[in-house]
């Protein structure tokens, strides 16, 4: 892990009206780097992810990825950025009017404009990493929840992101499934990828995570190790928190 | 039974009619088909637009849709017609026919597609922006094609509902189906032609409905 952190999020702020979402956020993820995201319902976690790419326009600070602030810039930089953020949605939103090869390939052709071939290959390549290059030509609801979601993986991975976000990736899943699309994440982490993750899968973080991160009412209120957040938390809200969902 | 078929199936009178009859046919084909590809695209149109979520211009959208689909057909018609040249604007008949009854296909579609839109999940625009495509690309090809696939069947039956309008041309001399018939009937002094020109809106409309039964299948995909 080198210093340079890929996704910096500094003193990050979001109200929508009157509420107060994000507070004042300030989160380092550093390349190669698997932080965990834990916290109660409402504490802006899918917030702050989605300010990442923004999908949501934050109202304050500032959000660096590999070093460039993607506040700043035209909207065809704001696309080009999203390029670079890879997202994963609890609800997998694949399009369903597509197969599985076309979904993957729409945006590799549109916005990064690869001809078709060299988009195919990718996207076949992609499938392969997920274990699903035998589903190419399916339709989305052909597929189970758990290998949609893997299809969403490597959609957003077919555009070569920086950095990988995941919003609840398996919440919306039958407990059955759930391993499928962990292993995969797994294995993108071991293969370097920076990940930013929010989910309750504790076991997956006590053996992929590098930190934790326990956000509370908009704000990071403990962060640290698998060990030290979930074994010895410092903070009686974490401690609050943990008891209640392990 | 004599008398029945004397009245509504008098095979002299329907022959020699025949040819007027079958001239409004071309006349309500064409009409037909001519504000069913202008009153859709423009509906089209007017709800890509409104995805833009511009003020004013969906406010503007959204008095016309609610106008268009208020007003009734023919008062528009009539207005059109005998209204408008009084301020120097000289239509056709044929000309203010395709001008309402299209606008007023618009309004309904403009409506239907937008139903189609909003009805997408959230989760499909932002899929699309987050790959980082842009609006307009979201547009064309995650939110349109899923928006039409929807709006078939709807909008099938509202271009039904609104081409039969086009009998309504015989209230200001357009010599469509109904127009002719109805001459003919006057001159004749038989209810035959209309019976003839009630078969001719059923060899029309009767494929219209087969092929819209079998574009509405086809456009039916596999739901998660
Ligand atoms: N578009 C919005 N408009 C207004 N309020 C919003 C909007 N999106 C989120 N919020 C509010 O912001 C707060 C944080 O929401 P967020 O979805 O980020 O929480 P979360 O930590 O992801 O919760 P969960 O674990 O339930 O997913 C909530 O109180 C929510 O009601
Ligand atoms: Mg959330």
Redesign the pocket.
Known sequence: MSDRPMLEIAALQKR??E?E?LRDINLRVGQGELVFVI??????????LRCCNRL?EPSGGAIMIDGRNICAGTTRDLNRMRLQVGMVFQGFNLYPHLSVLKNITLAQRKALKRDRAEAEAKAMEMLGRVGLAHKAQAWPAELSGGQQQRVAIARALALDPKVMLF??PTSALDPELVGSVLKVMKDLRDEGMTMLV?SHEMGFAREAADRVVF?DGGVVVEEGTPEEVFGAPKTERARAFLSRVS | MDRFLETFFNATVMARYLPDILHGVGVTVLLAVAIILAGVAAGLVLACLRTARLRWLNFLIICYADVGRALPPLVVILLFYFGLPNIGITLSGPMVLFVVLSATLAAFAEEIFWAGFTSLPRGQWEAGRATGLGSLQVLVWIALPQAVRLAVPPLVNRALAITKMTALGSVIGVSEILSAATTAQSFSGSASPLTLGALAYLAIFVPFVIFARWLESRFAWKKA
């Open positions: 929508f009206g509420t979402v916290g109660p319902s409402g504490s802006g976690k899918s917030t702050m949501e919003d609840e929010v956000m």
